[in-house]
């Protein structure tokens, strides 16, 4: 029986963990902004963007190919230590390669060498607490899993204000020549103070090995890898094409102004971190298409009225986090990128047809799809209306993924999703925000009401549900 207050203190606990520290990382943007010039701020980009390429590289899938196996397996020490002892094999062989064609990397990358070596460091560190953390969701240790995340975001965000604000007050001199470097040190004593508090991990790992049950879980994640890489390119390469038409102070601006979405991001980092572990358990429940659907439902209001409230206060939000002034340039992004976050949560949520039914070939041809889109999308709006074509590639790109895997989903994995709620709440808020842009003028009372007036009707008309749905809760709670 579908349980949604605890499925909601999962993924509330799971989603604080995600929202909480980049919460507080996204606190940074107005020191980074106000610290870093606009081409350091190019850099910072270029630099994470790479990252996200090598960490799909790293993981190769393992981290959603551990959830599929450990959930359904008989011997979860054996999944367990051959995820581990796979993972720790390709990470030592891989880093020592990398390590030695430094200097050459790095300069194919257009990066400095001392960046690539910080680079590398964080990677390490990052990939060999994947399956530890992995371990901790799949157990639902939501508290150890938490506490580790704020650590991480605890010690970088310390470390920023001190090299990027304490210490320049003291000697002005201090961030003349690279300041950059120091968000990147930062974020390398943040990845190595978690890795030391996980290390006790591996050493109470069973180290139970299977060959054949490796080449399940690599075909499994595989196509799960080639996804992730898509993915990657979805969200990345308009900076780096921004960066390559146009110029490193228009790339640094975009990703600035794309920095506000972050709160539609946070939102469906955080429910896909509580949900996916919930959809691998629940998936034998009879009832489990019904439950799907109306997660997807709940999931779209909420996503509708947090993409409406952002555009709503759109420019407070600017004034207060982004207090340089040359980042402004790219303003008119935001609502795009935030309905296009939007758009990719739609798509997690559909994508779970081709992993319960192991087709997750499937999802690597949707994902690379999605990345030829993005490529030429790129390619053909970026050098004729500049940054804008890049949000809207971005939107095309996300809405065909979600709309390709509702169709295939409907064939493989029949769930009765309400899809007639689902387009009301996508075209009310829309409609709601381009009036408020187009004909009411930026008044955010005005726009408030309009907020409340669509929180309102979502409540209106999903209200018998809600007291069903809790009502059998508490009586099932009651029977226990």
Known sequence: MFNPRQFIKETFTYGAATIIPRLLNFLLVPLHTQSLPVTGYAENTTFYIYAAFFNILLTYGMETSFFRFFSNSDSKERVLGTATISLLTTTAIVFVLLFTQANTIAEALRMRSHHFILLLGVLLCDTLVVIPFAYLRGT?????????????????????????WWIPKGDQSFLSDDPVQYVFIANLAASLSVLLFLIPFYFRVRWQWSRSLLRQMLRYGGPIMFAGFAFVINENLDKLLIRHYIDDATMGAYSGCYKLAVFMTLFVQAFRLGAEPFFFAYAKQKNAPQVYALI?????????????????????????????????????????????????????NLSIWYKLTDRTLMGMYISLGGALATIGLNVWLIPRIGVIGAAWATFITYGSMAGVSYVLGRRH??????????????????????LYFQLIGNHIWVGTLMLFVFLLLGLLLEKDELKQLFANDHSNRKSI
């Open 296 to 348: 997807l439902k709940y999931f779209v209001l909420c996503g509708a009225v947090l993409f409406l409230g952002v555009c709503v206060f759109l420019e407070p939000l600017k004034v207060l986090l982004i207090r340089n002034e040359g980042y402004w340039i790219a303003i008119q992004i935001v609502p795009l990128i935030l309905f296009a976050n939007l758009f990719l949560g739609i798509y997690h």
């Open 140 to 164: 639902r240790k939501a508290s150890r899993f938490t506490s580790l995340k704020l650590l991480n975001v605890g010690v970088y965000v310390g470390l920023n204000l001190l090299f990027l």
């Open 413 to 434: 994995y029949p769930i009765p999703y309400h899809l007639g709620r689902l387009l009301l709440y996508l075209s009310v808020s829309v409609g709601f925000a381009w």
